[in-house]
């Protein structure tokens, strides 16, 4: 069949079928260009799960129900909130202590790695690990 003769008798379905390819070329090389777009994005800023830095500490503290975690910062704020939710889920069944610093193990965990040093000093705990994004684990010397 001659393809001008299908157009000329189809001339509806043909606009349709036209209308669909280009709207399907115009999908495709936009959502291209959005994937590129987050990609760029992305080698700048990677996203990476905060909690990942905290999974080899659920066996080492084994046995414990609750942990202290302390910050200075708020978790209120929706970054810090986030930070927060990440450790807790890395860490279940674990419960993080918000600032509470009575508990056995404490986990320190500030924006100011300066302001963890001065707390750990303050309350008399001895720090047992430290990663690399500056939390550090430690145990109270009053339990």
């Given amino acids: 069949m001659n393809i001008a003769i299908f157009l000329q008798s189809n001339k509806p379905r043909a606009l349709f079928l036209l209308i669909v390819a280009s709207a399907v070329i115009f999908g495709v090389f936009s959502g291209a260009e959005e994937l590129n777009k987050i990609a760029v994005a992305r080698q700048k800023v990677p996203f990476s799960f905060y909690g ?3 999974i080899g500490l659920a066996e080492a503290l084994k046995g414990e129900t609750y942990l202290g975690y302390y910050t200075d910062v708020s978790i209120d704020v929706p970054k810090y909130g986030a930070r927060f939710a990440q450790v807790q889920l890395a860490l279940a069944p674990l419960i993080l202590d918000l600032n ?17 040093v001065e707390k750990i000093k303050e309350i008399k705990a001895r720090p047992l690990k430290a990663s690399n994004r500056g939390t550090i684990l430690a145990i109270t010397t009053a339990n």
């Fill in 100 to 116: 509470n610093t009575s508990r056995r193990f404490v986990l320190f965990d500030c924006d100011n790695p300066q302001k963890c």
């Fill in 52 to 54: 990942d830095a905290f």
